[in-house]
């Protein structure tokens, strides 16, 4: 596979990833779930693969770049298989409102898992390194790439300012109920 396809693949991965986060987000926005301090981290992850991604779409396909996508994804899922634990004692209530009869971090801990396979395989695949065409400015960049890495980014940032909005500068509370920049103290 040409370096060209994959960075391709890499931006899609990037579209994929994005659509978890904007579900997530609107979740938390238009139905009123609040993301826990587990959640967070695990968008954090989500965020953290991307990184990753976003390299491999810029700057190139590097065995690193995979690299720290894939570490990213384990820790999420290890963040999401915390979370499982948690609830998974019978009488526990789970946390939210379940999506197709699972809740947000089981299906966090899947995603994980397939990516983390995903980009094993992806990465596995040595024509593309040796096709390296090197960093690709803006204006070189297809049309999908340019929309994923903008998409993507911004997907970030409006996650960030949320995520300070719930929780302020200090410490996310463990089941919040408002906003930190809502309340009264």
């Excluded at 396809?5 to 779930?33: C, M, P, W």
């Excluded at 695949?125 to 297809?142: I, R, T, V």
Aim: hydrophobic content about 55%.
């Amino acid at each position: 596979m040409t370096n060209h396809k994959i960075r391709q693949l890499n931006a899609l991965g990037l579209i994929a990833i994005g659509l978890t986060l904007v579900y997530a987000f609107s979740d938390q926005l238009l139905h009123g779930e609040l993301p826990c301090p587990l959640c967070l981290l695990q968008r954090v992850a989500f965020a953290a693969v991307c990184i990753g991604l976003m390299l491999n779409v810029i700057v190139g396909p590097k065995p690193a770049h995979y690299g720290f996508s894939i570490i990213a994804a384990v820790a999420g899922a290890a963040f999401a298989l915390r979370q499982i634990s948690l609830h998974v004692i019978p009488g526990t209530p789970g946390y939210g409102a379940p999506f197709l009869g699972f809740h947000f971090y089981t299906w966090a801990f899947v995603l994980f898992t397939i990516i983390v396979i995903g980009l094993a395989l992806l990465s596995s695949l040595p024509a593309q390194y040796e096709d390296s065409q090197g960093p690709l400015s803006w204006k070189e960049l297809p049309a999908i790439s340019k929309t994923a890495v903008a998409a993507t980014l911004l997907l970030i940032a409006l996650n960030a300012m949320a995520a300070f909005a719930l929780c302020g500068p200090g410490v996310c509370p463990d089941d919040p109920a408002s906003y930190w920049l809502g309340r009264a103290e």
